[in-house]
């Protein structure tokens, strides 16, 4: 396990270099990687963090922010349109995936936002499953943009904080002061989500 850990963070501290040396390329280079990443079913959370240590917290959260829908939404179209069969043979069988399928039906843009503000399900899982699903395109990019917002805060700032920190020797505490606030925002936003959540199901 360890040794899979080691392997991977050399991995990501290689590309970091790669992608540092493309120059002013690096943020489209980082943008299309991540992309292909999420298509390809990899977990974009190694790349979110790395992205903090490489372009600082706000830089980090635009490229990642654009990076992240984008990916998102090849997968969602991947799904509904090219890779159907496949994804349903591989989804279909999740509890998870038909309790999703189930209430997006009847609360296609609240699920998608819950579902991107809390990590109740893998975020892989949600790119491809709402493409079975009845949520419309428009619908499930802009609910998914904006609701990844804050995760992708959370992780880019941290991991700036981190870097920063340890790299100055001193605690960044305007990026320690940002990173709670996010996370106290998340908690709120999405304990608000859920109540209007339940007053609809209460209202059906």
């Not at 079913?41 to 959260?61: E, K, Q, R, Y």
């Not at 992780?155 to 606030?181: N, R």
């Not at 925002?185 to 339940?198: E, M, N, P, Y």
Request: aromatic content about 12%; some cysteine; charged content about 15%.
């Amino acid at each position: 396990m360890l040794a899979h850990l080691f392997g991977l963070g050399e991995k990501l501290a290689q590309l970091r270099d790669w992608i540092k040396s493309t120059g002013f390329l690096g943020p489209a280079v980082f943008i299309f990687i991540y992309a292909i990443g999420t298509v390809a079913a990899i977990p974009g959370s190694a790349m979110t963090v790395a992205a903090g240590s490489m372009f600082g917290s706000l830089l980090g959260v635009v490229i990642v922010s654009i990076a992240s829908t984008s990916g998102a939404s090849l997968a969602f179209l991947a799904s509904r349109y090219f890779t159907r069969e496949a994804v349903e043979r591989w989804l279909t069988k999740k509890e998870k995936f038909r309790k999703l399928d189930a209430l997006t039906e009847r609360h296609g843009a609240i699920i998608v936002a819950i579902t991107r503000l809390v990590p109740l399900f893998p975020y892989t899982l949600l790119n491809y499953g709402f493409g079975l699903t009845k949520v419309h395109f428009k619908t499930y990019v802009f609910w998914s943009w904006l609701c990844m917002i804050p995760g992708t805060v959370m992780y880019v700032v941290g991991a700036d904080a981190v870097t920063k920190g340890l790299a100055q020797g001193k605690i960044p505490w305007v990026l320690v002061g940002v990173f709670i606030i996010v996370i106290i925002s998340i908690t709120f936003l999405v304990r608000h989500a859920r109540g209007v959540l339940r007053k609809k199901e209460e209202s059906e």
